[in-house]
Nanobody, 122 residues
Framework: QVQLVESGGGLVQAGGSLRLSCAAS????????MGWFRQASGKDREFVAF????????YYANSVKGRFTTSRDNAKNTVFLQMNSLNPAATAVYLC???????????????WGQGTQVTVSS
């Protein structure tokens, strides 16, 4: 079993930046790819970013490409999401998730964090 805890969310003005962290515990010796997702109020959950186990392969939603960067430090069992040039459309609960597979839909992820709120004001 893997437990995931997100942190780093908060209130930021448009154009600002935040770095989210996802700390993993439990069976972290297993090889897991990680995904970032977000869910705005009244909206469906949407994919944000993906990073494979080694960190050498990433993939981003078109809506955040060029502004968001995901990375990982396996020695610290932590995955990061650096969010730059934030706009109000980015306001949502951000969640990290783990899968032993590769780039797959959200329904195929095995473990989820509780989420951290990001609010972008204008």
């Amino acid at each position: 079993q893997v437990q995931l805890v997100e942190s780093g969310g908060g209130l930021v003005q448009a154009g600002g930046s935040l770095r989210l962290s996802c700390a993993a515990s439990g069976r972290t010796s297993d090889s897991y790819a990680m995904g970032w997702f977000r869910q705005a109020s009244g909206k469906d959950r949407e994919f944000v970013a993906f990073i494979n186990w080694s960190g050498g392969n990433t993939y981003y939603a078109n809506s955040v490409k060029g502004r968001f960067t995901t990375s990982r430090d396996n020695a610290k069992n932590t995955v990061f999401l650096q969010m730059n040039s934030l706009n109000p459309a980015a306001t949502a609960v951000y969640l990290c998730a783990a899968t032993p597979r590769g780039l797959v839909p959200s329904t195929l992820y095995d473990y989820w964090g509780q989420g951290t709120q990001v609010t972008v004001s204008s």
